[in-house]
């Protein structure tokens, strides 16, 4: 199937700094992407809907001036986790879909807010 | 909004088989899926089934649909200790543009030697 990247695979920061995390599809275009977030053994929750060309669609209580989404090209999408603190610790997957039918997940970013 | 729900865990032994089943609410579904997620990875996409199918097959896999009742089952036949992992059923709205998916809380199976 489809490829789906991220980076990093983790990371560790401090409570008021900010990250980013990439996602890329490797063989396919997206214009669409998504991103979730799963905390430890809970399911995955939408956060937002990233959009090439146009803004992102937060889901709602997803505060968007904290979730910065730009969806630079149709193989890239990055989330910005901004001023981040503890309880954004968490587990952030993103997912592009391919066609119609089908939609790939990458292998997820760990972020821990010290 | 949306709901799916599974049951939280399944224990079998090696070669058995295993059904995880999922209930979703939202009627105007048009895909159901089904993921596996292993500790510390993303989601791997197993299979899915359009709304107007009520099985598919796919090698050990079986995905089998009641849209009247809204229940969506995977079976996996010869369960082997590389099946261990958390399973989630998904579904996509047939309300949506996108692909916009609802996941269920995710069955964690367990197989033992």
């Known amino acids: 199937g489809a490829v789906v990247s991220q980076h990093p695979s983790r990371v560790i920061c401090k409570s008021g700094t900010s990250v980013k995390i990439e996602c890329r599809s490797l063989?396919?275009?997206?214009?669409?992407m998504f991103w979730y977030r799963q905390f430890p053994k809970q399911s995955l929750m939408l956060m937002a809907t990233?959009?090439?060309?146009?803004?992102?669609?937060?889901e709602q209580g997803v505060e968007k001036d904290k979730f910065l989404i730009n969806h630079a090209s149709l193989t890239l999408s990055t989330l910005t986790v901004t001023s981040a603190h503890p309880e954004d610790s968490s587990f952030y997957i993103c997912?592009?879909?391919?066609?119609?039918?089908?939609?790939?997940f990458g292998p997820g970013t760990r972020l821990l807010v010290l | 909004g949306e709901d799916v729900e599974q049951s939280l865990f399944l224990s079998v032994r090696e070669g058995d088989s295993s059904v995880i089943n999922c209930t979703y609410t939202?009627?105007?579904?048009?895909?159901l899926y089904w993921y596996k997620q292993e500790p510390g990875a993303g989601l791997q996409l197993l299979t899915y089934i359009f709304s107007n199918m009520d099985m598919k097959q796919d090698q050990r896999l079986t995905v089998l649909l009641n849209k009247k009742d809204k229940h969506l089952s995977l079976r996996i036949a010869d369960t082997q200790t590389g099946d261990s992992a958390i399973y989630f059923c998904?579904?996509?709205?047939?309300?949506?543009?996108?692909?916009?998916?609802?996941f269920g809380t995710g069955t964690r199976l367990l197989v033992s030697p």
């Open positions: 997912s592009a879909p391919q066609g119609r039918e089908t939609q790939y």
């Open positions: 939202d009627s105007s579904s048009t895909y």
């Open positions: 998904a579904e996509r709205s047939g309300n949506t543009g996108f692909q916009k998916l609802v």
């Open positions: 063989d396919f275009q997206a214009t669409t």
């Open positions: 990233s959009n090439e060309g146009s803004k992102a669609t937060y």
